[in-house]
């Protein structure tokens, strides 16, 4: 029995390709995602940038249990994707980020370094698993911890 998830997927137009082998991963493992986000099939006219995030993306996201930023090289670049991140933070939604099939690694958007709930490998079973809650912090694309170097801190009187 699969378990049924609202997602919206935050990325860029030129990754749309990348969507369906990502919402196939998730069927495998289990996970049936219904898919909120915007694709180039799916693009609508609208230019004023407050109207889309107003209308269009809000609404989207709010339907949504989780977001899904799908991780490439150019995704650190949008404002679009960063909107999104930050909306759905603000909005109390679990946000994953997904490294992109084949992934060696690149900079992440700095509102999904600031508020991820996870970040995981291309890996069906640690994707399901960050979408329902069970997997915390980030991965690197090849499924390692990442760890971040801590700070030294000299005392002042040495």
């Known amino acids: 029995m699969s378990t049924i998830k609202n997602v919206f997927v935050s990325h860029i137009h030129l990754d749309d390709a990348g969507l369906p082998d990502l919402m196939s991963l998730l069927e495998k493992h289990g996970m049936e995602a219904r898919n909120y986000s915007i694709t180039s099939d799916k693009e609508n006219n609208a230019k004023s940038p407050d109207y889309i995030k107003n209308e269009i993306l809000a609404p989207r996201i709010d339907a949504c249990s989780t977001l899904v930023v799908y991780i ?9 994707v960063n909107w999104e991140i930050e909306y759905a933070y603000k909005q109390g ?39 329902n809650g069970d997997i915390e912090g980030p991965y690197g694309p090849d499924g390692a911890p990442v760890v971040k170097p801590v700070p030294i801190t000299r005392h002042p009187c040495n």
């Open 72 to 80: 490439t090289q150019d995704t650190k670049d949008s404002d679009w």
């Open 93 to 131: 939604k679990t946000i994953v980020g997904v490294w992109e099939l084949g992934s060696k690694g690149c900079e992440v958007p700095e509102a999904l370094e600031e508020f991820h709930n996870a970040i995981v490998g291309w890996n069906g079973e640690n994707i399901v698993d960050a979408i």
